[in-house]
Structures are given as C-alpha cells and as structure tokens.
C-alpha cells in the first residue's frame, strides 16, 4: 500500500500538468532573476524535459549524475545566447518535443548509452530549449539577469529528478522510476497533439 502510494505522488503530477503549457509562449514579460526562475516552471515542455534529465542521469548513476544536467545547462545557455542573438535555427519546437518523448522512452525503458553520447543528445535538446527561450527575449530586456533566473530554475528541477531518481531504487522502487519514464512520454505525447 506504501508503495502505490507513493508511485502515485510521483506519477500524477506528470500527468495532471496542463498540456497546453508550453514555457515558451512568447507573451510574457521577462525582467530579472524572479522572472527567468518562474518562466520555465511554467511550462510543462521544459518541467517534464528538466526532470527526465535528472531523473536518467540518477538511472545512469556515476559521472552521469554530474556530466549530463551539466551538459544541459552549458549547451541551454549556449542555446538562449544563439536565439537573443537572432541566429536562425529550425526545427526547435520539434527539438522541445523530441526531448520530452526521447528522454521518457529511455528513462521507461532504463536505457543505458555510452556516458558521451548521452551527454551529447542531453546537449542537443538542451540548445533547443535555450535557443527558443533566447530568441524570444526582447533586446531591452536585462538578459543576464534573466538567465541566471532562468539557470537557476533548470538546475533545480534537475535536481528534483535526481533527488527522486536516487531515492526511489533505495526504497526498492525502481519500477516507480520507470514508470514516471512512461508518464513523461504520455506527456510529450499530449503535448505533441494539444
């Protein structure tokens, strides 16, 4: 009975976030730190996208624990500094959505891939998810305070996938983690058709 109960304080949550909300709207206002923090946990494409990193790099265990949210958060801000600066990209919303489905298909799956290439494809959907929140901040905005609000915020949620992704096996709930795997690719699937 434990155990259900706790699988569901995890699992639901993925998938009661509204599926319309998407972090990069493009109709907000951004100015300083407390905007760039609570921009991207109003989003659940970079919410279920930041605790899948967390969540794989705990399913990963060693230097993944470190390399890949590290990986996302270097090529992220890459990214926003691509977008800010007008460079043109395409394909960077399927790239948002390639990185939910992917991420949770391999959490689901307990997937394991050599440590590089993992913290390459982390680093790929990192600069989708940077370039798209960088090219719509507006040029008066004061963009470096913005990030580290931003950074700050994704580093955390990292963390929350990490904190569960390490602590669920040690309760003998491994399962759990895979299961919240499915929930976050059920999410991108919603995402994907809303």
């Known amino acids: 009975m434990k155990k259900s109960a706790i699988s ?7 998938i009661l976030m509204p599926v319309s909300a998407w972090a990069h709207t493009g109709n907000h206002e951004m100015m300083g730190v407390v905007s760039g ?3 991207p946990v109003g989003g659940a494409d970079h919410v279920l996208a930041m605790v899948a990193v967390g969540l794989w790099a705990a399913q990963r265990g060693g ?8 990986a996302f958060v270097v090529m992220m801000m890459a990214g926003g500094m691509l977008g ?8 960077i919303e399927q790239g948002i959505l390639m990185s939910v489905l992917v991420l949770g298909t391999l959490i689901a799956g307990a997937f394991e891939m050599p440590l590089a290439l993992s ?3 982390v680093g790929v959907f990192a600069l989708c998810h940077g370039y798209a929140h960088g090219a719509e901040m507006p040029s008066v905005t004061d963009a470096v305070s913005y990030s580290l609000g931003f950074v700050l915020a994704t580093a955390l949620l990292h963390a929350a996938g990490l904190v569960v992704g390490i602590a669920l096996p040690k309760l003998g709930m491994e399962k759990v983690t895979r299961l919240a795997g499915g929930a976050i ?3 991108g699937i919603c995402l994907g058709i809303s």
């Open 8 to 14: 569901l304080f995890v699992v639901t949550p993925c």
């Open 37 to 39: 923090f609570s921009h």
């Open 63 to 70: 230097r993944a624990l470190w390399a890949m949210p590290g």
């Open 84 to 91: 800010f600066s007008g460079m043109a990209m395409p394909y």
């Open 119 to 121: 913290a390459g494809m």
């Open 185 to 187: 690719t059920f999410g």
